[in-house]
């Protein structure tokens, strides 16, 4: 008979940015032991709360399932005498095994026959294996942070203060340190705080309603998201759609209570991402907007507890949020009292690394390096470029993004505006630092596209330039993403450059900075980074990997150049030429690998059918060259495939490799030249 199994882990408030990952762990971790322990179940979910982590195993069985074990021992030419006796390295493996000689069996393995011990362990009770199960899931939890609590030596997130276990209606003892567990349960810590006995897991969940907790998170994330929607559609407006927030308060309560606040219109005039910067990262509150998508003065809170007394707890949050939005008020009116231009000087007294000097230092960089790159591209002015670059880091000095560093390039755009800067390079300074984040807007400007490369190709040149480099999970410097951003606004604008030129005119701006490795060394180093960052984006886009590792083994400079040719040798790939194609490149190829020389002595040749592969040979060689020139790829495959009739007349008619050097050298060129045309589009001794 199959019986549920019910844990929960009762601790004090864990932090809200642990809880999906520990539950997903809890999960996985309950799948992979009870898997290993062979003990079948038919479900396993995982719930919780700030103050209890849930285990419920649907269907578990009652008993392990039989196990054939099976351990190799020593060779039997080492365990057996010639006489075919036993000696004592048959008998020791026997007796550690707990069988009978007569026991061991003989296996054949790759070739050589080993002793082998077949034992069949029966399966226990469930019942019986549970603690050790339930304590190894315990344990094999993990967190970014964990403490331990008075003398003991458990770490965990937070203290455990209870813990229940129960399999149908069965208490199921594990103890933790001071902890042991029964079959009891809290409830919510004020408004239902005493303990509570379980008899059965179909009750739990009806009992602990009972006692305001919600304990199925996504349960409790409709909960707060319909109720927000009903509150801001009361106050006039709709809620803010914000996945991470409405993540963070499901894990920061256990029964939920949504209501509005309201604070005065005088505060909107600061700009609206100061205010929902101040709700969402300091209060944990829904901005309200109205239907045009302004700002309205209204915000919408989640209380953990009932509606009682939601008065006295609105105007205690109203309280404290006007306390924020005065400080943003009274730095909004400090930082426009004067030009954004007037922060500039003051970047020289910020450390920007103490190896590539301060924030100012970084700034002529970017001049430079921005003109130089809108010049390449041929995108936007010199004029805009440079005065963007002056601009861009100015706002870190003000009071505004001191206190919220969020809103960095946010300011900078307003203060820019402010100060009647060109709207271009207003726009450039928010957009320099795009894309931020996985799923970001990228660049939408000429000016803040340049310099969103310039900020990028910097800091990843730099960061290479004095040895430091993702390694693992490591990337303090987040130049993976930085790589990635690279990658996705050259693609987005299809701009066509020569990127390793940018990235030695960036690695050429390091003036009075001690490099770890030369121009050449680096601008390898980072496009072989960057190329593998492209390489990941292709396939998460449904290219073949073949075909990717094919073109990426050219070890081109050009983004979206390694973009066409990847499409183009993807849809020929399917095409009906495909096939001509390969047979041209692998025939030629796989005799001409070891052939350095191209060099065709058309005297030397003998047999028609190879003069008649050479002259088409010269024709092709004069329109491929103007095709490869146009990057017309798919052309370029067509021609080459063209070869095939005489390409297989002359493998009919003749032997390539001949005792007449001179004749063999000739047809080798030829062939090694057909082989060198292909591998002008990718290296197709990738393809599978």
Same mark, same amino acid.
């Given at each position: 008979?199959?019986?549920?199994?019910?844990?929960?882990?009762?601790?004090?408030?864990? @932090?809200?940015?642990?809880?999906?990952?520990?539950? %997903?762990?809890?999960?996985?971790?309950?799948?992979?032991?009870?898997?290993? *322990?062979?003990?079948?179940?038919?479900?396993?979910?995982?719930?919780?709360?700030?103050?209890?982590?849930?285990?419920?195993?649907?269907?578990?069985?009652?008993?392990?399932?039989?196990?054939?074990?099976?351990?190799?021992?020593?060779?039997?030419?080492?365990?057996?005498?010639?006489?075919?006796? @036993?000696?004592?390295? %048959?008998?020791?493996?026997?007796?550690?095994?707990?069988?009978?000689?007569?026991?061991?069996?003989?296996?054949?393995?790759?070739?050589?026959?080993?002793?082998?011990?077949?034992?069949?362990?029966?399966?226990?009770?469930?019942?019986?294996?549970?603690?050790?199960?339930?304590?190894?899931?315990?344990?094999?939890?993990?967190?970014?942070?964990?403490?331990?609590?008075?003398?003991?030596?458990?770490?965990?997130?937070? @203290?455990?203060?209870?813990?229940?276990?129960?399999?149908?209606?069965?208490?199921?003892?594990?103890?933790?340190?001071?902890?042991?567990?029964?079959?009891?349960?809290?409830?919510?810590?004020?408004? %239902?705080?005493?303990?509570?006995?379980?008899?059965?897991?179909?009750?739990?969940?009806?009992?602990?309603?009972?006692?305001?907790?919600?304990?199925?998170?996504?349960?409790?994330?409709?909960?707060?998201?319909?109720?927000?929607?009903?509150?801001?559609?009361?106050?006039?407006?709709?809620?803010?759609?914000?996945?991470?927030?409405?993540?963070?308060?499901?894990?920061?309560?256990?029964?939920?209570?949504?209501?509005?606040?309201?604070?005065?219109?005088?505060?909107?005039?600061?700009?609206?991402?100061?205010?929902?910067?101040?709700?969402?990262?300091?209060?944990?509150?829904?901005?309200?907007?109205?239907?045009?998508?302004?700002?309205?003065?209204?915000?919408?809170?989640?209380?953990?507890?009932?509606?009682? *007394?939601?008065?006295?707890?609105?105007?205690?949050?109203?309280?404290?949020?006007?306390?924020?939005?005065?400080?943003?008020?009274?730095?909004?009116?400090?930082?426009?009292?004067?030009?954004?231009?007037?922060?500039?000087?003051?970047?020289?007294?910020?450390?920007?690394?103490?190896?590539?000097?301060?924030?100012?230092?970084?700034?002529?960089?970017?001049?430079?390096?921005?003109?130089?790159?809108?010049?390449?591209?041929?995108?936007?002015?010199?004029?805009?470029?440079?005065?963007?670059?002056?601009?861009?880091?100015?706002?870190?000095?003000?009071?505004?993004?001191?206190?919220?560093?969020?809103?960095?390039?946010?300011?900078?755009?307003?203060?820019?505006?402010?100060?009647?800067?060109?709207?271009?390079?207003?726009?450039?300074?928010?957009?320099?630092?795009?894309?931020?984040?996985?799923?970001?807007?990228?660049?939408?400007?000429?000016?803040?596209?340049?310099?969103?490369?310039?900020?990028?190709?910097?800091?990843?040149?730099?960061?290479?330039?004095?040895?430091?480099? @993702?390694?693992?999970?490591?990337?303090?410097?987040?130049?993976?993403?930085?790589?990635?951003?690279?990658?996705?606004?050259?693609?987005?604008?299809?701009?066509?450059?020569?990127?390793?030129?940018?990235?030695?005119?960036?690695?050429?701006?390091?003036?009075?900075?001690?490099?770890?490795?030369?121009?050449?060394?680096?601008?390898?180093?980072?496009?072989?980074?960057?190329?593998?960052?492209?390489?990941?984006?292709?396939?998460?886009?449904?290219?073949?990997?073949?075909?990717?590792?094919?073109?990426?083994?050219?070890?081109?400079?050009?983004?979206?150049?390694?973009?066409?040719?990847?499409?183009?040798?993807?849809?020929?790939?399917? *095409?009906?030429?495909?096939?001509?194609?390969?047979?041209?490149?692998?025939?030629?190829?796989?005799?001409?690998?070891?052939?350095?020389?191209?060099?065709?002595?058309?005297?030397?040749?003998?047999?028609?059918?190879?003069?008649?592969?050479?002259?088409?040979?010269?024709?092709?060689?004069?329109?491929?060259?103007?095709?490869?020139?146009?990057?017309?790829?798919?052309?370029?495959?067509?021609?080459?495939?063209?070869?095939?009739?005489?390409?297989?007349?002359?493998?009919?008619?003749?032997?390539?490799?001949?005792?007449?050097?001179?004749?063999?050298?000739?047809?080798?060129?030829?062939?090694?030249?057909?082989?060198?045309?292909?591998?002008?589009?990718?290296?197709?001794?990738?393809?599978?």
């Amino acid at each position: 008979m199959k019986r549920d199994l019910l844990l929960e882990i009762g601790v004090e408030e864990m @932090p809200s940015a642990f809880m999906a990952v520990a539950l %997903a762990d809890l999960k996985k971790l309950a799948e992979q032991k009870f898997t290993a *322990s062979r003990v079948g179940f038919a479900q396993v979910n995982s719930m919780g709360t700030p103050r209890r982590l849930v285990l419920h195993v649907e269907g578990l069985e009652e008993k392990q399932q039989d196990a054939v074990i099976e351990n190799r021992g020593p060779k039997k030419a080492s365990a057996f005498d010639q006489e075919g006796n @036993p000696n004592k390295a %048959a008998q020791g493996f026997a007796r550690g095994q707990g069988i009978n000689v007569a026991d061991l069996e003989i296996r054949d393995v790759d070739g050589i026959e080993y002793i082998f011990a077949v034992k069949k362990e029966l399966g226990g009770a469930t019942v019986e294996v549970l603690p050790e199960i339930l304590l190894d899931i315990i344990h094999s939890l993990s967190f970014p942070k964990s403490m331990r609590w008075a003398y003991y030596q458990t770490r965990f997130a937070r @203290p455990i203060r209870w813990l229940l276990a129960l399999y149908g209606d069965q208490t199921v003892t594990v103890q933790i340190e001071n902890v042991q567990s029964s079959n009891e349960s809290y409830g919510h810590r004020f408004l %239902a705080p005493e303990n509570f006995a379980v008899n059965n897991i179909e009750e739990y969940f009806a009992q602990l309603r009972q006692r305001y907790v919600i304990v199925d998170q996504q349960t409790r994330k409709n909960m707060i998201w319909e109720q927000v929607q009903a509150v801001a559609r009361q106050a006039g407006g709709q809620a803010m759609e914000n996945d991470d927030l409405l993540e963070e308060v499901t894990f920061l309560l256990e029964y939920p209570t949504a209501f509005v606040g309201s604070f005065s219109s005088s505060y909107l005039d600061v700009p609206p991402e100061v205010l929902t910067t101040s709700m969402i990262e300091h209060q944990r509150y829904f901005p309200v907007f109205d239907d045009q998508g302004k700002l309205l003065n209204a915000f919408i809170g989640v209380r953990n507890g009932t509606d009682a *007394s939601l008065d006295i707890v609105r105007a205690g949050n109203e309280r404290v949020l006007k306390a924020r939005l005065e400080d943003a008020l009274f730095f909004w009116k400090e930082d426009t009292a004067k030009a954004l231009v007037d922060f500039v000087p003051g970047l020289q007294k910020v450390m920007f690394h103490e190896r590539l000097g301060s924030i100012m230092d970084k700034v002529e960089r970017l001049q430079k390096l921005a003109v130089f790159i809108g010049r390449e591209t041929r995108l936007s002015s010199p004029e805009k470029l440079e005065r963007t670059a002056l601009l861009c880091k100015a706002d870190l000095l003000s009071n505004m993004v001191y206190e919220f560093p969020e809103l960095q390039g946010i300011m900078g755009r307003y203060y820019a505006l402010k100060s009647k800067e060109d709207e271009e390079v207003a726009e450039a300074i928010l957009e320099h630092y795009m894309p931020r984040f996985a799923g970001d807007n990228l660049p939408a400007s000429e000016t803040g596209t340049i310099l969103a490369l310039t900020e990028k190709i910097d800091n990843l040149t730099a960061c290479f330039a004095i040895g430091i480099r @993702p390694t693992g999970s490591q990337d303090p410097y987040a130049l993976r993403r930085q790589a990635l951003g690279v990658v996705n606004i050259l693609t987005d604008m299809n701009i066509k450059t020569d990127l390793s030129r940018i990235i030695t005119a960036a690695y050429n701006g390091l003036v009075n900075v001690k490099t770890e490795g030369d121009v050449q060394q680096i601008t390898d180093e980072l496009m072989d980074f960057i190329r593998q960052r492209q390489r990941g984006i292709l396939l998460d886009k449904g290219f073949a990997f073949d075909v990717v590792d094919a073109v990426m083994n050219l070890a081109l400079t050009d983004i979206n150049d390694i973009l066409d040719r990847v499409r183009v040798v993807q849809e020929f790939k399917a *095409s009906n030429r495909y096939e001509d194609f390969m047979v041209v490149f692998n025939r030629s190829h796989n005799l001409s690998k070891k052939w350095d020389s191209t060099v065709v002595v058309s005297e030397n040749l003998e047999d028609e059918s190879e003069k008649i592969l050479y002259q088409h040979l010269l024709q092709v060689q004069q329109t491929t060259e103007k095709s490869l020139a146009a990057k017309d790829y798919q052309q370029t495959l067509h021609i080459l495939a063209d070869l095939r009739p005489d390409l297989d007349q002359f493998f009919t008619a003749v032997m390539v490799m001949v005792e007449d050097e001179n004749l063999k050298a000739a047809r080798l060129g030829i062939l090694k030249t057909i082989a060198g045309l292909c591998g002008q589009v990718a290296d197709f001794t990738k393809i599978i």
